[in-house]
DNA sequence: ACCTGAACACCGTTCAAGT
DNA sequence: ACCTGAACACCGTTCAAGT
């Protein structure tokens, strides 16, 4: 994978944190256990590092560049019609995985203030992205904020419940567009 | 408060563990903090629990007992028109500060089935009551299944995001409830 | 039946010492 | 500049012993 040097960067800590996280989940990213990974003593995290708490707020700075580079991407459907872009991203919201690691941040994003301004910043960018594409569908600002709030969280809401509820098929993310495109009474 | 008894019950511990949790979170939820409180040391908890999962699993079992009565009185509405309890459960939602409670309880419901189970039942009560007021309305039931769908996840996602979108105002809802009851087109 | 207190394992953190 | 290894504090857990 990455080059192999005998020592490490802190780069190297934080790949290997955001490996361990979307492997195994918010439980296992322990000191111990990441230098095991890395073939490190505990130490030594401490040279690169002042704190878990620095290492998941990189963690954190990391995903949200990732994410945001993954965000962009989607967006640059720009060309396509508002319609078609949100029933992707809203696919894609439903079928990814990724949301293992997003439960993670928001669960620290409560005790660290500074992985809740990553997420944040995040949420807005979303947020932002679905309210220009109801609006492009010919809505006015007033109608497509309340409607991109309500699809946006949803989506969080989605991504946090685990939970028993159904979860949506295709065919209910086409009817729920289409109720979100609905002319305003 | 409780009857001050020398010895303890396991009821007196959930009920502590309950109110430390909402006074200071799940952070604060900890074997040696509990005894302090109780006045009395660590290996008194053990006689009545296993584990500290198994005391989360009570404080979880009663929460959701809890929820449960609540939820029933705000249903209890039942002869209030649906779009007048829609919008008071909605209401409920927003400005109530028990969210605080329920965040914690999705967290524990990744790494405890139990906990899960407690917390499924609740959303699928809450889900119940939504959907059969969204009939109610006159929408027949794949409709009715889909924005109820929509509005309670939307609903776990705002509880979950403390985030920096936007706090819907109660005109916000009016118009979100006004949308939810639009006749399909 | 309910509790104490000592003991242990585990994990985050520090730091002097090594290369 | 990067790492080791020993040490410490803290927390969950066990258990023999007390009342």
Redesign the pocket.
């Known amino acids: 994978m990455a080059p192999r040097t005998?020592?490490?960067?802190a780069q190297d800590w934080t790949r290997g944190a955001l490996d361990l996280l979307m492997a195994e989940g918010v439980a296992a990213?322990?000191?111990?256990?990441l230098?095991a990974d890395l073939?490190?003593?505990?130490?030594?995290?401490?040279?690169?590092f002042?704190?878990?708490?620095e290492l998941e707020a990189a963690v954190a700075e990391r995903w949200c560049e990732e994410t945001r580079e993954r965000l962009d991407q989607l967006a640059e459907l720009d060309r396509l019609p508002p319609r078609e872009r949100l029933r992707i991203m809203t696919l894609h919201l439903i079928d990814d995985a990724s949301w293992s690691v997003e439960r993670a941040l928001r669960e620290w994003a409560r005790s660290t203030p500074q992985v809740a301004a990553v997420v944040g910043e995040s949420d807005q960018h979303v947020f932002e992205l679905v309210e220009r594409a109801i609006v492009e569908l010919g809505h006015d600002p007033t109608v497509a904020r309340t409607r991109a709030g309500l699809l946006v969280y949803a989506g969080i809401g989605f991504a946090h419940g685990q939970s028993t509820l159904p979860k949506p098929t295709e065919a209910d993310v086409d009817q729920l567009l289409d109720f979100l495109a609905e002319p305003a009474s």
């Open positions: 005998a020592r490490l960067s990213l322990q000191i111990n256990r230098c073939g490190v003593t505990r130490g030594s995290f401490y040279w690169h002042a704190d878990l708490t």
